[in-house]
Each structure stands twice: as structure tokens, then as C-alpha cells.
């Protein structure tokens, strides 16, 4: 082996970078946290106050809660504080919070590509979040780049917990082989929904590892436009900015349909969904079944 400084010495900068991100607690130290202060702030307790109550159980500051409350990770919101509203917004920058600050490490896009040199025959889907309103509701996107078929999951709120649970239920509906064949690689964002890739990666049962989970570098989503692209569809329904309070889960089902239904140049007029099912028929090498 050959010792590079330079190299050396940036792989170092890119470690302590990521190791940097974000916070460092568990989802369920986050689980925690948000059943301890939550119920407390709408009865109408102040964060110092309970910071102070419960010292030796919260492994984080009252400054830590506000932050989370801005960043809607807790069930309490801000028009919860009742002093909140009184005071001038501030403006601040800062890395997104995370439940892993290493999660990207060994999930870079370079290793994806690496990846897929050695198994260019994997099957390639790309995850993303579309937020209907920022703290709340927000749809889980997966897509099939062999027929942009996309499949679409409402959630309550867009936190790394709402990804992993949709995992875990799909795991379970398709079975564990069919689950493999289908989520072989899993190319996303580096949204903080999607900071818990080993639950993503692995049957939460068994262990076992049954797909690849890599990220896109910051600030190209170009790197999965497949997924970007068939986005527009959503915002033909749910424009940016004009959306309903609330959605069901059955409307979001409708619309992920008709979008699968809709006829594409890119395919030669054919659907994503009928696509998707010549594949299972023809028993190609992309299909997950025979």
C-alpha cells in the first residue's frame, strides 16, 4: 500500500465532518424524550421548568428542546409555548439533527457506485420525502428506475421512526425473500428521515441484512432525478404551499395509482404499473419473481 498525505488527510476532514452532524441520540432516547416533555408543555408547563423537574432522566439541555420543537421532531409545537408566540423569530443556520451522525459513512455515493460496478444487475429504488406541511403530514416515495413505477406512504410526521416503521410493514406484507428481491439497493437523500439506515438494511427480527441503503451527495438530488422528476405528478394534486390541512390515507393511495396508470413517453406509451407487471410476467433478471 501506498501512503498519501493529501488523501490521507482528506478522508480524515471528511470523518470528523460527518461524525460532526446532527445529534447523537437513539430513536428511542428521541421516544423518550418526546413522551417525558411533550404531554408536560400542552398541559401548560414551561421547558425550564420541566428541564428542572426531570434533570437526571433528560440527557439534553432546555436550549436542545427548543431546537427540537423548531425543528418538529416532538409532539409539542410551538404555538404550545405560550411565550413563544410573543417573541420575534430568529434566524439561524446549522446542520439538520440527525438520529445518526455516522450514518453516510460507507453509504456515500462514490461507494454506491462502486457498489454497482460489482452488481450491476441490482435493483435500484429511490426514496424520498415530499413534505405537504413542514412539522406534519408527509409522503414516503419509492421508486423502481426499471419502470418509475412509484409506491407512496402517508405519514403523520417526516421522522426517521416513520421510515423505518413503513419498512418494517412492508417487510412483513411481502415476506422477507420477496422484501430482498424487490429493496435490493435503496438510493436517497440525506434527509434527517432517513438518518437510520441499519433498520432500513436489516430484518429488525432476525438481523439480517437484506438491502443496501446509500446516500446522494449534498445538494444533488440530480443524482436520483428518477424520483425528482415524478414528484411534479404530486404537486399536480398537492400543490406546494396550497395543500389541505389533513389527507387520508386512502386519497394518497388514489393518487399514487392514477400517477402508476398514467401513460409515459419514456416507455412508449406504456404505464409504470403495467410496465412493472410485463416485468413480473416476463420473469426478467429486474424481476422479483419468477
Known amino acids: ?161 416513520s421510515v423505518t416503521e413503513i419498512i418494517k410493514k412492508l417487510r412483513v406484507q411481502l415476506g422477507g425473500e420477496r422484501f430482498q428481491a424487490l429493496f435490493q439497493v435503496i438510493l436517497t437523500d440525506r434527509g434527517s428521515e432517513f438518518t437510520d439506515p441499519t433498520r432500513i438494511e436489516a430484518d429488525t427480527e432476525t438481523g439480517e441484512i437484506q438491502c443496501r441503503v446509500f446516500y446522494c451527495e449534498p445538494m444533488n438530488s440530480n443524482q436520483k432525478s428518477n424520483c425528482e422528476r415524478n414528484h411534479e405528478f404530486i404537486r399536480y394534486v398537492i400543490p406546494k404551499g396550497q395543500a389541505r390541512d389533513r389527507y387520508a390515507e386512502e386519497e394518497i393511495r388514489e393518487m399514487m395509482n392514477h400517477i402508476n396508470s398514467y401513460p409515459r413517453k419514456k416507455w412508449n406509451g406504456q404505464a409504470p404499473i403495467d410496465l412493472f407487471k410485463k416485468n413480473l410476467r416476463r420473469g426478467d433478471r429486474n424481476s422479483p419473481w419468477p
Open 1 to 161: 500500500m501506498l501512503y498519501d498525505a493529501k488523501h490521507a488527510q482528506e478522508q480524515y476532514e471528511k470523518i470528523r465532518s460527518e461524525s460532526r452532524r446532527g445529534i447523537s441520540l437513539t430513536e428511542e432516547e428521541l421516544v423518550r424524550i418526546n413522551d417525558t416533555i411533550s404531554p408536560l408543555i400542552k398541559q401548560g408547563q414551561s421547558i425550564p421548568a420541566i428541564c428542572g423537574m426531570y434533570r437526571d432522566e433528560l440527557p439534553v439541555t432546555d436550549r436542545t428542546i427548543y431546537s427540537y420543537i423548531d425543528a418538529g421532531i416532538l409532539d409539542a409545537r410551538n404555538i404550545d409555548l405560550r411565550r413563544k408566540l410573543r417573541r420575534p423569530e430568529r434566524k439561524k443556520s446549522g446542520p439538520v439533527l440527525r438520529v445518526d451522525k455516522k450514518c453516510h459513512m460507507g453509504r456515500a455515493y462514490g461507494d454506491y457506485q462502486a457498489y454497482m460496478a460489482q452488481n450491476p444487475d441490482a435493483m435500484v429504488s429511490q426514496m424520498d420525502s415530499v413534505v405537504i406541511h413542514k412539522g406534519g403530514q408527509a409522503i414516503l416515495t419509492v421508486l423502481f428506475t426499471t419502470c418509475d413505477l412509484q409506491l407512496m406512504f402517508l405519514r403523520d410526521r417526516n421522522t426517521a421512526a
